[in-house]
């Protein structure tokens, strides 16, 4: 008798421990969720303001997930809008700014698992000015240094260069075909 007796305590003070740590771990994520909701916000902005330096103000685009209108005055300066590729490590997340007439003015890589030193260099300037004022055509990775019209592939990283290309010019083609090029 005595054997049942102490396993059933056992289950029952396992019960009540799982029991209140599970009320804590819902009481922090509701305390926390909504912190962490306004800092990703924070950080959205942030990120389409550096990319659009001279935008007064970003207005979501009806009929368009996550994307924003980035507005100098009453005039539409770009488009802001996130884009996705797969690279060698996995997934590449970006918000790209496009011109209405689909020119690229930047993009800031949000996630990778790209290799450090290698891929990771994807967010370096030395390879991201390579992209401003390109159009969609123009949007091809090389490896020919003298080529100075095309994306010039990082050296070691060249699934991450076109991964990267094609998510920047994926997001310059959908601007297009919204705006018409105009």
């Not at 509701?30 to 912190?35: E, G, L, M, R």
């Not at 990771?120 to 030395?126: C, V």
């Not at 060249?158 to 705006?179: L, N």
Request: glycine share 8%.
């Amino acid at each position: 008798m005595e054997n049942n007796n102490s396993v059933f305590k056992i289950t029952k003070n396992l019960t009540i421990t799982c029991f209140i740590a599970g009320v804590i771990i819902a009481l922090v994520y509701y305390i926390t969720a909504p912190v962490a909701a306004q800092k990703q916000i924070e950080l959205k902005n942030k990120t389409m303001q550096s990319l659009v330096k001279n935008a007064d103000d970003f207005k979501s685009v009806s009929g368009k997930t996550d994307w924003y209108e980035a507005k100098q005055g009453s005039s539409t300066v770009a488009y802001v809008l996130p884009a996705e590729s797969k690279g060698y490590g996995g997934a590449i997340t970006m918000l790209v700014a496009v011109t209405p007439d689909g020119k690229v003015i930047g993009f800031s890589i949000l996630s990778h698992n790209e290799t450090p030193g290698l891929g990771a260099n994807a967010s370096k300037d030395s390879f991201t000015s390579q992209f401003k004022g390109k159009t969609a055509e123009d949007l091809l990775v090389v490896k020919d240094k003298s080529n100075h019209k095309n994306i010039q592939a990082m050296t070691g990283a060249t699934i991450t260069s076109r991964a990267v290309t094609k998510g920047v010019k994926e997001a310059v083609e959908k601007v297009t075909t919204f705006t018409g090029g105009k």
